[in-house]
């Protein structure tokens, strides 16, 4: 099976290695750029993305992080993770960076501050069971504000006033989604990321 880290900064790790189990890959945590080394694909997690930024480069993450994405490693950022691997953010803190490799714009704490979390319908005609809607947590998320012609809209939500919010993108190897599929027991968006892991490594 693959090899998925997931950064292991901040944020919610556990649930994503336990949905990246049940998708069929052996998972391990990512610290340190010796242990970034070792995987075919990596999660970043849901957390706080200033946090996670500081921590990075606390931890000399950043540019091995950069370096990775850009070399083809599969990667699938949740929430915070979403923010760490958009090429464009709004509303981030002073200075804040990120790795980077998703060409697109996304707001942080874009659904308001009255809603902190919330549930919605999500359709991913993408994934399996193409015709039952995702049911997604958000929390204090990211919404995609806009996005490059390289970058295919994966999910929308669909159902009260954030209809038709751009929040779950692919763009080659990486993707991301602004809500939280490692909170509910339905692991789809991990299958979908665990087989894209095992394609590119079938390419190399
Ligand atoms: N609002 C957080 C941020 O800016 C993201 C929240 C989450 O990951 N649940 O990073």
């Not at 370096?67 to 990667?75: L, N, S």
């Not at 308001?112 to 204090?140: N, T």
């Not at 970058?151 to 159902?159: A, F, K, N, Y």
Request: with cysteine; net charge negative.
């Amino acid at each position: 099976p693959p090899t998925i880290g997931v950064l292991a900064l901040q944020g919610d790790v556990r649930e994503h290695a336990r949905a990246l189990e049940a998708a069929g890959a052996a998972v391990t945590a990512v610290r340190r750029p010796h242990e970034l080394e070792r995987v075919d694909g990596l999660v970043i997690p849901g957390g706080e993305s200033t946090t996670m930024w500081r921590l990075a480069r606390t931890f000399e993450m950043l540019d091995p992080l950069r370096k990775r994405v850009e070399a083809g490693m599969p990667a699938y950022g949740s929430c915070a993770g979403m923010i760490m691997l958009a090429d464009r953010i709004r509303d981030g803190v002073r200075d804040q960076e990120t790795v980077g490799g998703l060409d697109m714009t996304v707001r942080r704490n874009a659904f308001g501050r009255q809603v902190d979390s919330f549930e919605a319908d999500v359709p991913l005609p993408a994934m399996d069971d193409p015709d039952v809607p995702f049911r997604a947590i958000f929390i204090r998320a990211p919404w995609v504000e806009a996005v490059g012609g390289g970058v295919e809209i994966l999910g929308r939500v669909d159902g009260g006033e954030a209809t038709g919010r751009i929040v779950a993108v692919r763009q080659g190897r990486l993707m991301a989604t602004a809500f939280h599929p490692e909170l509910t027991g339905d692991f789809r968006v991990h299958r979908y990321f665990a087989d894209l892991v095992r394609r590119a490594m079938e390419e190399e």
